[in-house]
Structure formats: C-alpha cells, structure tokens
C-alpha cells in the first residue's frame, strides 16, 4: 500500500502566481479530503469530495482557491492569485467509510 | 454541532513518566473516536480508535477508553520514551470528521 501521495513536498514561490497542489489518494478510497495546517489556525478542512464530487467547500478561503477531482486515483488544489497568507502545510487524505489516512503533506511557502 | 476538545498543550515529560492528554467530545448520535500522531515533518498517522462505548483503543503501549458517560477519549500511556514525541491529536467521525487542536508532547531523556 503505497499511501496517499502528494507532490510537489515543497513549494516556494512569489506572491500574485498560481500554485497547483496534487494529490493521489489510496486506491480504493472513495473520499478525499484537503486540510491547511498553520500554527494560528491548527488543521482546516478546506473541502471534500465523495465519489469525485465535491460535498463540501465551505472551507475554501475565498475565490483564490479551487479544488478539482477529475478521477477517482487524482486531484488538485489550485491557488489563484497566491498570497503570503497562504503559506502552510497542505495535507490530502483518503478514505473508505472511516479512518482517514493523510499525506505528508505539501509546504507552501509565499514570498 | 459536533466537536472535539484536548488538553491545551505542549506537555513535557520525563522519559518513563505516565502520559496523559484529555479529550472530550459534542457529538449527536454515536460517532467513532480515534487518536492520531503526528511526527515532525510528516501527515498525520492513526494512533488507535474505538468505534463504540466501552472500546478500548490500543497501539504502541498507548491507549483510550470510549467513555459515553463522561463524553471522553483520553490517551495514556504508561511510559513514555523520546521517540513518542510528537502532536497527538483527538478526533471524532460523525457525518463529518472533526479534529482537535492537537497537543504537543515532548519527551525529555
């Protein structure tokens, strides 16, 4: 069992680009999961998608952030113009039923 | 709504002292509880769950006890080394999945 995998590990970059966030999940998971991890504001959940389809973005900060699901074995985090306010660890996680199982998890850093 | 509260951390232990970091939850209807661990630099990993009242979760000397009576989920174990530091975090699974804040743990030789 290969995890749940993200990419890039790492990513800095400057303020006012786009920034695109992946993830694989577990195959098999039906669910899959974007939380944003900072020091102030702990782990959010940002959306999540059942069967690829997205059930709830009512975490998603604003218009600057979207989330696709094209398939069942991929998905994305975009940002949009980026911000420095932005800059934290992004986590993806899968499930099937519960419990979920993370990524390690993508360091974003805005300058 | 649902919710999870856990002890306001960072904890500070001696290596082989007795761990303890309080979690109490809100929840309606009758959700699965799990404690997960995360270690610097990686996601978070499923520590041990209990699915019912009166389970008992169980993984690496740590444990938790489903309490309905007293809507808790504390972890313990009974002695701590160095490489159990980490952020432990509380969490419940009713329609959605809801975390605590985490409690950070330190172990000192």
């Known amino acids: 069992d290969a995890g749940v995998i993200q990419s890039p590990r790492h990513e800095v970059t400057e303020m006012g680009q786009e920034v695109t966030l992946r993830c694989k999940p577990i195959?098999?998971?039906?669910?899959l999961f974007w939380y944003r991890q900072t020091m102030m504001r702990g782990l959010e959940l940002l959306i999540y998608?059942?069967?690829?389809?997205?059930?709830?973005d009512s975490g998603m900060p604003e218009d600057r952030f979207s989330a696709k699901m094209p398939n069942a074995s991929f998905s994305t985090l975009k940002i949009q113009p980026s911000e420095p306010r932005d800059s934290a660890v992004y986590f993806c996680?899968?499930?099937?039923?519960?419990?979920?199982?993370f990524g390690n998890g993508t360091r974003l850093t805005v300058t | 709504g649902d919710s999870v509260t856990q002890m306001e951390g960072p904890v500070t232990l001696s290596e082989e002292a007795f761990l303890t970091i309080n979690c109490t939850y809100t929840?309606?209807?009758?959700?699965?509880l799990f404690w997960y661990v995360q270690y610097p630099g990686e996601g978070l990993q499923l520590l041990l769950k209990?699915?019912?009242?009166?389970d008992k979760g169980s993984n690496k000397g740590f444990e938790a006890t489903y309490r309905k009576e007293t809507t808790s989920f504390h972890l313990e174990k009974g002695s701590v080394q160095v490489s159990d530091s980490a952020v432990y975090f509380c969490?419940?699974?009713?329609?959605?999945?809801?975390f605590g804040t985490g409690t950070s743990l330190t172990v000192i030789p």
């Open positions: 996680a899968s499930s099937l039923e519960r419990p979920l199982h």
């Open positions: 929840a309606t209807g009758y959700p699965s």
């Open positions: 969490a419940l699974a009713g329609n959605q999945f809801y």
């Open positions: 209990a699915t019912k009242a009166d």
């Open positions: 195959s098999g998971h039906n669910s």
């Open positions: 998608f059942n069967n690829n389809v997205p059930i709830d």
